[in-house]
C-alpha cells in the first residue's frame, strides 16, 4: 500500500526508546514505525536525516487572551500563541475556562471554544472552579452547589480537567469547597489541577509591606511567598486528595519543600497524585527579582534559589514530578510596569509557550540531567496521558500525526527578535539553544517547514478528552 507521507532518516525518540526508524502517515494518523531500510511507496517523503523525530509536545497550562482581575489580557492572542507554541513543537495546548459574573461555566465554555477559532493547533480546556462572585469586595466567597453541578457537565462536554487556586482574593477556593470538588471530580473519573499556595498567608505579608524602598524590591515578591506556605498548601490539598480518591495535579511546583510532599504520597503509594514543573523554575534563579526590571520574571509561585532549582530536576528525574508545561502568561512591558512603583500590582506570569522543549533539550538533555525519553516523557507522553488527550502524546500506530522533526544541530537564539510570541521582550534574552524544531506535521499536515509557520489560521481542532 502507498502511504501520504513517509518521513525518512530519522532517529525516533519516544518516552521509553531511541532508535533509527521510518515514520509512515496515513490520513492523519501515524500508520507504522518502518525498519530504516524499508522504503514503501508514498505520495511524500520528508527527509529527517540528522534529526529526532518526536511525538508533537502538549502544553497543558497556558493563558492565552486571559482576563485578569485588574481588566487587562494577558499578551498573546490565540493567533499570535499558538503560532508560537507550533514553532516550538508544541501541536496542542489546554487553557482554562473561568465564568465571567453572571455566567455558568458552560456558557463560559462555549465563549473560549469560539475564542480559540484562529488557534493553528489542537486545544482543550481545563474548567476553573471558583468562588461565586462575591458582593463585597475583597471576600472569599464559597462555590455554589450549581456551581459544582456543573463538574459532571462539563466532563460529558470534554472538560474533564479542572483547575482550582488556593490564593488568589476573588478565585481562592476554601477547603470546604475544594473537598467538595475533590469528591465530585473523583466521581466523574476526572482530575484536579491545583494552585497550591496559602493564599491567607500571603495576604497578611504582602499587606505588611509598606516602606517605598521594599515596595520596589523584586525579591520581596518571592519572600512575601515563602517555601513553607507552598509546601502546606500541597499538604493540604493531598491530604483532600487522599480522602475523595480525585486525581490531583499540583501545577507549578516550585520549590524542594513542595515537591517533597508529592514524593512522600507517592512513597505512600498514593497513585492519584502528580507534580507538574515549568520550565522558568528550572533555569532561572529568584536572582532575577533583583533586577531593576525583575518584575519581567514574576510570577507565583516565584522564582526560587539555585537549591531548589537543582532539587526540582532531580524530582523530574526520578518521576516525582510527572510533566512540564509553560505556564504561558505573557504580559507586555507596560502591562508589567503597572507594579513598577508596588511589586503587588505586577501581573505575574512569564511566556514560554515557544521555548520549552529548546530550554529543556538544552538545559536537561544536553546537560544529563534527563534523556531524550525522560524529555519526551515530561513534554508529551505524560502530560497527554494525564490531561486523557488520548490521540496525542505518542509516536505509535493509531495515534494522530502530530510529528516535530527536531534538529539537534540548529542554534537558536532566545532573543524577542527570534521568538514569535506577541512580546516586546524575551526573558531568554541573551539565552543560545543548540537543537530547536525544524519541521512540525498537525493532523499529518505541515504547518512547520524549516522554522516557519506555513500552516494557517483555524488549523485547530478542539479537543473533546476524557
Ligand atoms: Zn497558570
Not at 166 to 173: D, K, P, V
Not at 220 to 229: E, F, G, W, Y
Not at 363 to 370: D, E, I, N, S, Y
Not at 404 to 411: G, K, Q
Request: negative net charge; charged residues 20%; glycine residues 8%.
Amino acid at each position: 500500500m502507498a502511504f501520504d507521507l513517509v518521513i525518512t532518516h530519522g532517529t525516533v525518540v519516544t518516552a521509553d526508546a531511541t532508535f533509527r526508524a521510518n515514520v509512515a502517515v496515513n490520513n492523519g494518523k501515524v500508520a507504522a514505525i518502518l525498519n530504516p531500510q524499508d522504503a514503501p511507496e508514498a505520495a511524500q517523503y520528508l527527509d529527517a536525516a540528522g534529526c529526532y523525530v518526536l511525538p508533537g509536545a502538549v502544553d497543558a497550562h497556558v493563558h492565552l487572551h486571559m482576563l485578569t482581575a485588574a481588566g487587562i489580557y494577558s499578551a498573546d492572542d490565540w493567533r499570535t500563541g499558538t503560532k508560537a507554541a507550533a514553532l516550538g513543537g508544541v501541536t496542542s495546548v489546554v487553557d482554562f475556562v473561568q465564568a465571567l459574573p453572571g455566567q455558568t461555566s458552560m456558557e463560559a465554555l462555549h465563549q473560549r471554544v469560539d475564542d480559540a477559532r484562529d488557534a493553528v493547533i489542537d486545544y482543550g480546556f481545563h474548567m476553573t472552579i471558583h468562588p461565586d462572585e462575591s458582593p463585597i469586595a475583597g471576600v472569599n466567597q464559597r462555590v455554589s452547589d450549581f456551581r459544582i453541578s456543573e463538574i459532571r457537565l462539563a466532563a460529558d462536554a470534554g472538560c474533564p480537567t479542572f483547575k482550582m487556586y488556593q490564593a488568589y482574593t476573588g478565585l481562592q477556593i476554601q477547603d470546604a469547597d475544594l473537598f467538595r470538588a475533590l469528591r465530585a471530580i473523583a466521581e466523574v473519573n476526572g482530575m484536579a489541577c491545583v494552585h497550591a499556595e496559602n493564599g491567607d498567608v500571603i495576604q497578611v505579608l504582602r499587606d505588611s509591606v509598606d516602606a517605598p524602598a521594599d515596595l520596589t524590591n523584586g525579591l520581596l515578591h518571592a519572600q512575601t511567598r515563602p517555601t513553607i506556605q507552598e509546601a502546606e498548601a500541597v499538604t493540604r490539598t493531598l491530604a483532600c486528595a487522599e480522602l475523595t480518591g480525585a486525581r490531583v495535579l499540583i501545577f507549578h511546583i516550585s520549590c524542594d519543600l513542595a515537591g517533597n510532599v508529592v514524593a512522600a504520597a507517592k512513597a505512600r503509594g498514593l497513585s492519584n497524585v502528580f507534580g507538574e514543573t515549568c520550565p522558568q523554575y528550572l533555569v532561572f534563579t529568584d536572582e532575577k527579582l533583583a533586577r531593576p526590571d525583575g518584575r519581567l520574571w514574576m510570577c507565583a509561585p516565584p522564582l526560587r534559589p539555585q537549591s531548589d532549582q537543582d532539587a526540582l530536576w532531580r524530582k523530574l528525574k526520578t518521576g516525582v514530578l510527572d510533566v512540564v508545561s509553560s505556564d504561558h502568561c505573557p504580559f507586555t512591558r507596560a502591562q508589567k510596569d503597572l507594579g513598577a512603583t508596588d511589586f503587588r500590582r505586577v501581573p505575574n506570569g512569564m511566556p514560554g509557550i515557544e521555548t520549552r522543549m529548546g530550554v529543556l533539550h538544552e538545559f536537561g538533555v544536553r546537560t544529563g540531567k534527563l534523556s531524550l525519553n525522560d524529555w519526551v516523557r515530561v513534554c508529551s507522553t505524560r502530560p497527554a496521558e494525564l490531561h486523557g488527550l488520548q490521540s496525542k502524546g505518542r509516536l505509535a500506530p493509531g495515534y494522530d500525526a502530530d510529528i516535530v522533526i527536531f534538529d539537534p544541530a540548529e542554534r537558536k537564539e532566545l532573543s524577542t527578535s527570534a521568538l514569535h510570541s506577541a512580546l516586546d521582550y524575551s526573558v531568554c534574552e541573551g539565552m543560545t539553544c543548540t537543537g530547536w524544531t525544524r519541521d512540525v506535521l498537525l493532523r499529518g499536515n505541515m504547518i512547520v517547514r524549516d522554522g516557519q509557520h506555513v500552516g494557517n489560521t483555524g488549523d485547530g481542532r478542539f479537543l473533546k478528552r476524557s
